[in-house]
């Protein structure tokens, strides 16, 4: 069809034409919905506004509007989706309102948490929603990016817990779904810590070691020290009294099984398998993922490791725990970030080292829990 022939019913404003949005942005435009991509890097807006932006394996670049300044946009939007690096929300923030409708939404859909704690400093509650992005993409260059998941979906909702039945949200919801399944949950937390608690683990990692989600799974010691990690995290949500939710239909604690003293036979030979099977599930979906904190590292960039495993060691303090892997992570990638480490195998041994210690801390905790 023409694009002249398309009738517009729904606008979008999206800050941050990276992998995430960029993608969101240029599929949304493609179902006829208004959409503007706003992106500082002058390079990657030129080439999308010369060639479109192309998606691997997508059957033809997608002329998706874009600009490289929010100054220039004329218009106010009932949608706003913040995508970019979440060390920038406060500088974004700053100066969005203006541009939101009086009675509009803005949208996190961000790694990490603490960014919606910063846009609440802007907007009331009411106006931000949460968003958990179950697919991952990647940036292959200047106009250039690519799809890295089979599978996933988006999970919105008001961290507040405002109506699920809030007509904006279904609005957005409606949209998203031509690109990807969506839902729309009372307990957006849930899913944020459950991806939070990933994406400390593969992000992370896959930025000190320089490697994908699919060579980190299957290199046994790697593999190992990813539970470790990632147990770490589920236990500081379970004190928080999170409820851990399914991020794209994977149950976590599968995933970071820990066999515990208490366990059998039977149950610790059952959950041992089940966690083998769903590393090759994840493996299979998002084995191609490659770190965008690894991207940003090697590009010499700010990290979103603050709000990664930062957080977690921070809400660890709050509940009295330790989290030894995510605070020697925090420091390890600041000092990547500060030209005094490199990336790669080297780490391993330290970081084993940090993990040996961990188990025995987390267990001790866990004992301390029970009584």
Not at 32 to 54: P, R, S, W
Not at 124 to 140: C, D, E, K, M, Y
Not at 211 to 220: A, R
Request: aromatic share 6%.
């Amino acid at each position: 069809m023409p694009e002249s022939d398309k009738k517009v019913t729904k606008r979008v404003l999206i800050i941050g034409a990276g992998a995430i949005g960029g993608i969101t942005g240029a599929l949304l435009h493609e179902a006829n919905i208004d959409v503007c991509l706003i992106d500082k890097n002058k390079t990657h807006v030129q080439a999308i506004q010369e060639n479109g932006l192309q998606i691997e394996g997508y059957s033809h670049p997608i002329k998706v509007p874009i600009k490289d300044d929010l100054k220039k946009v004329q218009q106010q939007y009932p949608h706003i989706i913040i995508s970019v690096k979440s060390p920038f929300t406060e500088e974004v923030m700053q100066t969005l309102e203006e541009y939101l409708t009086s009675d509009g939404l803005i949208y996190s859909f961000q790694n990490g948490l603490g960014n919606t704690d910063i846009m609440a400093e802007y907007l009331p509650r009411n106006q931000i929603v949460a968003g958990v992005i179950g697919w991952g993409a990647s940036n292959l260059g200047p106009g250039k990016l690519r799809i890295t998941s089979s599978t996933g979906n988006f999970v919105l909702g008001f961290e507040n817990k405002e109506s699920i039945t809030d007509p904006r949200l279904h609005e957005m919801r409606e949209m998203l779904q031509v690109w990807r399944p969506t839902i729309i949950t009372e307990d957006i937390m849930g899913y944020r810590w459950a991806k939070l608690i990933i994406n400390s683990v593969i992000a992370t990692y896959g930025g000190l070691l320089g490697m994908t989600v699919g060579d980190m799974m299957e290199h046994p010691r790697i593999s190992k020290l990813m539970e470790d990690l990632g147990y770490e995290g589920i236990q500081v949500a379970d004190a928080l009294g999170i409820a851990l939710q399914r991020v794209d239909g994977l149950n976590i604690r599968n995933f970071f099984y820990r066999p515990l003293p208490n366990n059998g036979i039977i149950k610790r030979t059952a959950k041992t398998l089940l966690t083998k099977i769903m590393k090759k599930i994840g493996a299979r979906r998002h084995g191609r993922i490659r770190s965008s904190l690894l991207t940003d590292l090697e590009r010499g960039g700010k990290t979103e490791v603050d709000f990664l495993n930062g957080y977690i060691v921070r809400k660890a303090k709050e509940v009295k725990l330790e989290v030894p892997i995510n605070a020697f992570l925090v420091k390890a990638i600041h000092e990547i970030e500060a030209g005094k480490r490199t990336i790669g195998l080297d780490n391993l041994p330290e970081l084993e080292e940090v993990a040996e210690q961990s188990r025995q801390i987390v267990q001790e905790q866990m004992d301390l829990i029970k009584q």
